[in-house]
């Protein structure tokens, strides 16, 4: 069956510190997205990719990073971790670009910034 | 600015009937989801609506109304394992996915 995997699934790092939370998916999927949940606020998306090279930036996308060198995977960077980046971070694939069809989620990341 | 809102706790009782309701104030719009959120898992999709009317998926309903911005979800028979949040998420006339702070439904027995 097709999946969508990130690691690693919990992570505490200290301020300062290069993180990157991997995102691996099997649908083949062109579209995939990286996106925050914090309590109290709706899913808000970091960056977004509609496929290999491509690359944008979505409504909270300062201080994070992605790159897409294959159809597969799109690691999240935080380049310097704040503790306003402890959250939880889900990543999603789509067959449409468009947002009028289905997300597929990854189990989500954990990463608390001390 | 773009909005949605939901209430953000409901309460119900196994076997009853329990609806949730979002109102969405956005730019244009070209799409409703709602997708399910057990609490330390992935959201998954449920439905979604781009014309008026309800839509029926077993257990599971979901209605829009475009002309008052306005969607439910309607669960019928509740079942413990609904316990969960319920995300309602609208696609606006940019195509960007605009997102519900969720519902969190409790079932008691």
């Known amino acids: 069956d097709a999946e969508i995997t990130q690691s690693p699934r919990h992570k505490i790092t200290e301020t300062g510190r290069q993180v990157t939370l991997a995102c691996h998916q099997t649908?083949?999927?062109?579209?995939m997205f990286w996106y925050r949940q914090d309590l109290g606020h709706g899913l808000r998306l970091i960056h977004y990719?509609?496929?290999?090279?491509?690359?944008n930036k979505g409504e909270v996308s300062d201080g994070y990073s992605v790159s897409r060198s294959n159809t597969e995977d799109l690691p999240l960077t935080l380049e310097s971790a704040a503790s306003s980046q402890t959250s939880v971070y889900f990543c999603?694939?789509?067959?449409?670009?468009?947002?009028?069809?289905?997300?597929?989620f990854g189990e989500g990341s954990r990463l608390t910034v001390l | 600015g773009q909005n949605i809102d939901q209430p953000t706790e409901m309460t119900a009782t196994e076997g009853a009937i329990v609806q949730i309701n979002c109102t969405y104030q956005?730019?244009?719009?070209?799409?409703l989801f709602w997708y399910q959120q057990h609490a330390g898992e992935a959201p998954t999709f449920l439905s979604y609506?781009?014309l008026d009317g309800l839509e029926e998926k077993g257990r599971f309903s979901s209605f829009l109304s475009r002309s008052k911005g306005y969607s439910y979800l309607l669960l019928k028979e509740l079942q413990m394992k609904d316990s969960a949040s319920y995300l309602c998420?609208?696609?606006?006339?940019?195509?960007?996915?605009?997102w519900g702070a969720g519902t969190k439904l409790i079932i008691k027995p």
């Open positions: 999603a694939s789509s067959e449409v670009a468009t947002n009028t069809g289905e997300l597929f």
């Open positions: 956005t730019s244009g719009f070209n799409g």
């Open positions: 649908w083949n999927h062109n579209n």
């Open positions: 609506n781009v």
């Open positions: 990719s509609y496929g290999v090279h491509d690359t």
């Open positions: 998420a609208v696609t606006d006339s940019n195509y960007q996915l605009i």
